[in-house]
């Protein structure tokens, strides 16, 4: 859910994975923020402090928490989490594999607090290189069943939200029968006209692919569907914005990107229909803590993940980026979804393990890179 401005190719090392940017016809949709931003942009706790000095106070010495973030809504989610605390933050906002390369290349001596984007396997790969802090999973949150089934059996990462990859969005006037299987994009009607995201740049979209792989019965099966697509035209784009304006440009007719991205683009263009097939993957944005921060910056990490999941600040998430990242499937027990958010489609997604896929995800990344990209 980042910017729509193209950003250079990042490649992952492995075991660590890409990410996701977006924005809706300039606006950001899912898995990155709606503010582009190349370099770390600071929340300062000056004004904040003064309006809660006694927050500020029980903080003591408060240093900054270094969050990078690849979400929508982080700008203003972390504004009030230091409003409403005093603890300063440093917010890092890019898309997801950029920030995970940042993560891998500074793994043993490493600058950030807190990392939070969409796409469970991205913390799972982390997880298994003893990246992540465990049991992170605030005790007093109440899950509903779409949390619940997100949660580690460490708790190593905490879910804040659930979306879906892929949605496909299309051009209703010259897509008058959208297609109702995967297989439907091979076919001669849509040669040259889907487009989608590079798993290199976009958060959601290893997961998209992964999901696929998993659906059509392994790797292999995967990797000969893709081909097939690419070999009918497919056109790839760094994320969803970008993906998204080659469809409102009219270069593609058919946008394989992130639900919320694509209920956003919908809500702005009514020339736009919006459809999901079977197979499609469930998606939790989720939130990890360094394992090697220090104790006080863990302690504030954890403070952040309590305020993210309580009622305030599931308010600022679906309030932040009403277009685009805020149009998410709640995961707390008394938190509804925007009324623009459909209700999710029965029978039709299914979850993958992140801990199975994970760990494969620089490898499929760079088959990807390799064989439909280039």
């Known amino acids: 859910m980042n910017s729509t401005l193209w ?17 809706v016809l300039a606006v950001a949709g899912c898995s990155s923020s709606s503010s582009s931003s190349t370099a770390a942009t600071s929340t300062t706790s000056s004004a904040a402090a003064s309006s809660s000095s006694s927050s500020a106070s029980s903080s003591g010495s408060a240093v900054p928490l270094v969050v990078y973030s690849a979400q929508g809504y982080d700008k203003v989610t972390t504004e009030a989490f230091t409003k409403a605390t005093g603890i300063p933050v440093k917010l890092d906002d890019n898309s997801t594999g950029p920030l995970l390369t940042q993560i891998e290349a500074s793994k043993n001596n490493p600058n950030w607090g807190l990392l939070w984007v969409d796409g469970a396997t991205a913390f799972a790969g982390l997880d298994q290189q003893g990246l992540l802090m465990k049991n992170v999973v605030p005790s007093d949150v109440t899950y509903n069943a779409l949390g619940t089934a997100s949660i580690p059996a460490d708790k190593s990462y905490a879910p804040a939200g659930v979306t879906m990859v892929m949605a496909v969005v299309y051009n209703k006037a010259k897509v008058p029968n959208p297609p109702k299987t995967w297989q439907d994009l091979l076919s001669p009607q849509f040669k040259g006209q889907v487009g989608m995201n590079d798993p290199s740049q976009s958060g959601p979209t290893f997961p998209y692919i992964a999901g696929m792989m998993n659906y059509l019965g392994g790797v292999p099966a995967g990797e000969s569907y893709f081909t097939k697509l690419k070999a009918n035209g497919l056109i790839i784009h760094p994320t969803n ?13 058919l946008a394989l990107v992130q639900s919320s991205a694509g209920v956003g683009a919908v809500l702005q263009d009514k020339n736009l229909g919006i459809t999901y097939l079977k197979g499609t993957t469930l998606l939790p944005s989720a939130i990890g803590i360094d394992a090697k921060a220090s104790p006080q910056v863990q302690t504030e990490a954890e403070k952040f993940i309590e305020y993210v999941l309580s009622p305030a600040g599931q308010k600022v998430m679906q309030t932040g980026d009403p277009t685009g990242d805020s149009l998410y499937y709640p995961v707390v027990n008394g938190v509804n979804a925007l009324s623009a958010v459909p209700a999710l489609p029965t029978g039709v997604t299914q979850s993958i393990d992140p801990y199975k896929w994970g760990p494969q995800e620089g490898t499929v990344n760079t088959w990807f890179d390799s064989n439909i990209v280039r």
């Open 7 to 23: 950003r250079t190719r990042v490649r992952l090392l492995a075991g660590v994975s890409g990410a996701v940017a977006l924005s």
């Open 241 to 253: 914005g970008p993906t998204l304006q080659a469809l409102t440009s009219g270069q593609i007719n």
